[in-house]
């Protein structure tokens, strides 16, 4: 593993190498972000996959909001996370998919891909393709809603901030 994930600053291996690489890892080590107890002895590695595994997060999540939502909710809010993305600023990411949108990244990703989904929360139906975007940048944790849902931000010690990689949310 150590001679096929660079941690030397060189660059990274082309998107099928890194896809066949996370593949094999998820499949035999699990996914660090939800895992992280079989990685304790891979932590360069595990650094790697969870950066990685920000970028497939950033991916999915935009790949199913255009297939769910309305086509140019999210033309903006694209670029803005993408470019925020490029210029390293969102170290950590995780989706939660309602029912349609789980169904989705399951088609889409495979079975091997790790997401949350959100469930029904006090009496507040989840419309079934709706979808939140976890992020932590910096000392804020950040979730973005899909359709025309809101942009939330909290500091990472606020009590009512989300946790990333959760199996479900309400």
Known sequence: VRTLIP???SSPPPEEVKTRIMDILLD??????????NWVRMPEEAAVMRGWLTRLALRQFLEIVDDTAQRNHWDYRRAFWLAFHEAGAIEEAW???GPRGAEEAKRAFGNK??????????????????????????????????????????PRTDPKAPSLYRSSYS
Do not use: N
């Not at 035999?28 to 107890?37: L, N, S, Y």
């Not at 469930?119 to 139906?125: H, L, N």
């Not at 419309?127 to 809101?150: C, E, K, N």
């Open 95 to 97: 989706v939660a998919f």
């Open 7 to 9: 941690s030397d600053g």
């Open 113 to 154: 891909t790790s997401f949350g989904r959100l469930d029904r929360a006090e009496g507040k139906p989840i419309d079934p393709g709706h979808a939140v975007l976890l992020m932590r940048v910096g000392d804020y944790v950040i979730a973005d809603w899909s359709h025309s849902g809101r942009c939330i931000i909290w």
């Open 28 to 37: 035999r080590v699990g996914d660090p972000r939800t895992r992280p107890q």
